[in-house]
């Protein structure tokens, strides 16, 4: 069954500096959306990316899926610490259940 | 405005029990979903509702049962807590099944001591 990986599973960081998230699949996404979660806190959503070679971002994170819409990165630039948290990537599959990958769970030191 | 609002957001219960929790959406949405996060953040899908009808109805036990009033509502209601239910339960909701981004709720965490 397809699964979504992410990588790293945990990222420390210092404040300031840029970070990258790895969502990879070994099939064909149909859609592929990018979660963060506050610890203790819901899901908000970040964004969502169909197109092959598509590229969005929202203030300072940056998101892009590969145009074979098997791998996407999430940019973070300048890192804050209202940037910690958990990020999740999420995927349609073929039969349009949406699966999670694991979480990457992001520390920003001060 | 709150578009995905579940309730209550925390739940504490005794194994045994029977707990319901809620799900509403305003967002005009055809499709809804129970998500259970469990302790290592891994979202797992549980249903899916499409219009009042079951769509997705993953390997749960039968003591999960969700029921749909209507297209804006879908609840969550488990029979025989046990210890292992304990998760935190994410309701969301999409446009159209499998076209467009979900809004999730904020989650409800079942504790069942």
């Known amino acids: 069954s397809q699964e979504l990986e992410q990588s790293p599973q945990s990222l420390i960081v210092q404040e300031g500096k840029n970070l990258t998230i790895n969502c990879t699949s070994s099939?064909?996404?149909?859609?592929l959306y990018w979660y963060k979660q506050k610890y203790g806190e819901g899901l908000i959503f970040l964004m969502m990316?169909?197109?092959?070679?598509e590229e969005k971002s929202h203030e300072k994170i940056t998101a892009k899926l590969d145009e074979k819409k098997q791998q996407s990165s999430l940019h973070i630039t300048a890192s804050q610490p209202s940037h910690a948290g958990i990020y999740l990537c999420g995927a349609h599959r073929r039969d349009d259940k949406i699966i999670f990958g694991k979480g990457t769970r992001l520390h920003i030191l001060p | 405005d709150t578009a995905v609002s579940q309730t209550p957001k925390y739940l504490v219960t005794q194994m045994g029990n029977d707990k319901s929790i809620k799900c509403e959406q305003n967002?005009?949405?055809?499709?809804m979903y129970w998500y259970k996060q469990d302790s290592k953040k891994f979202l797992k899908i549980m249903f899916s509702y499409n219009n009042k009808e079951l769509i997705i109805n993953e390997t749960v036990p039968n003591r999960f049962s969700p029921k749909s009033p209507d297209k804006a509502h879908l609840n969550l209601h488990i029979n025989s807590l046990e210890l292992g239910d304990s998760a935190v339960y994410f309701c969301a909701s999409s446009q159209l099944q499998g076209s467009t981004e979900a809004f999730f709720g904020q989650g409800t965490r079942l504790t069942v001591v």
């Open positions: 990316l169909q197109k092959g070679g």
């Open positions: 967002l005009g949405h055809d499709t």
């Open positions: 099939k064909t996404l149909y859609g």
